[in-house]
């Protein structure tokens, strides 16, 4: 990386050396993935969407790689809330901060997790997932615009980490005003835009069969198609929200270009999905050399220099 080119940028309080991290998702459930993240180049570490008691997901095959990105219907496999609560302590060796996804089947789950985790200083913030696609019979959150805010209500009651939420894409402008209505009703420190796109549908035309056998083939689509909506989430939330709200981008992003993007458009941070399954831990360094040099050729010595800084033609 350029000497002369930062990519620190603070969340939720935190200090992050590297604006790139991962997406909550992919290699992020057990310890040795999360102690790979802990040596790489990311700038936190953020654990799998955890629910009160470990759940073992959907079945296999349940993950898909495509030419263009990525299906999946997961169904939540994880090690339940009290591992990665546990695990927060062996984060702090690594000197980066550890935030910690949280996704309780229900309000009343949610509540029990962030009330266990007050006062375990270890955890820099909570990432609240409104937006898990997957769960069979349990429809996303973050399109229930009444629910969303009396989970919110609910949860700040509890909540002692500063807390952010993790959206599903919107694609209605109404929409984005009326969940931004929501947010900016609550100390929400961060938002992550995006999620997966909810239920699409992949195809082997050889074997004219879906390619995941959850939900009869349907699962969240991440990767090349979902940038556009991904920056669009963005772009909105950054224009929307109270300015002390953060908006970390994530959808689509591959490339220091990719990220430079989702940065021009307002975030604070990119996290990155599809890719991290794809190439490895190796793609923080990879992609911070690579917005390095472009913010290096642009004059650009750090990301608040062009953050959020997207011009309109009129
Ligand atoms: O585990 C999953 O199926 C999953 C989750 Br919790 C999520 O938030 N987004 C996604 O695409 N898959």
């Keep these: ?77 994880n090690e339940g809330y009290r591992y990665y609560l546990e695990y927060a302590r062996r984060a702090q060796s690594f000197g980066k901060p550890y935030f910690m996804s949280v996704s309780g089947l229900s309000h009343d789950d949610n509540i029990e997790i962030v009330r266990a985790l007050a006062g375990e ?34 949860i700040f009651e509890y909540v002692d980490q500063p807390l952010g939420v993790k959206l599903p894409p919107y694609f209605d402008l109404p929409h984005f005003d009326m969940m931004a209505a929501v947010l900016n009703d ?19 035309v050889q074997a004219e069969s879906v390619v995941i056998k959850p939900k009869s ?34 959808g689509g992003v591959k490339t220091g270009e990719d990220a430079f993007e989702h940065i021009l458009c307002g975030a604070s941070a990119v996290q990155i999905g599809t890719q991290l399954m794809r190439e490895g831990v190796d793609c923080f360094a990879r992609i911070a050399g690579e917005l390095s040099t472009i913010m290096q050729a642009k004059g650009y010595r750090d990301i608040d220099s062009f953050r959020g800084k997207l011009k309109s033609l009129d």
């Design 121 to 154: 200083a270890a955890i820099s913030a909570i990432e609240l997932n409104l937006s898990c696609p997957n769960v069979p019979g349990k429809p996303q959150t973050g399109y229930d615009f009444e629910q969303s805010r009396a989970l919110l209500e609910r």
């Design 217 to 250: 083939g349907f699962g969240g689509i991440g990767g090349d198609f979902i940038k556009p909506t991904a920056l669009a989430n963005v772009r909105k939330f950054y224009t929307l929200l109270r300015e002390d709200i953060a908006i970390i981008g994530c």
């Design 186 to 204: 609550f100390p929400i420190a961060f938002v992550t835009c995006v999620n997966s796109i909810g239920n699409g549908l992949v195809i082997d």
């Design 1 to 77: 990386m350029p000497r002369s080119v930062s990519l620190a940028t603070t969340i939720a309080g935190s200090s992050l050396t590297s604006c790139l991290y991962n997406a909550s998702g992919p290699l992020c459930t057990t310890s040795e993935e999360l102690d790979a993240l802990g040596n790489s180049e990311a700038g936190a570490i953020l654990s799998k969407s955890a629910t009160l008691e470990p759940r073992a997901g959907n079945p296999e095959p349940r993950y898909v790689e495509t030419a263009w990105g990525s299906i999946n219907s997961m169904g939540l496999p």
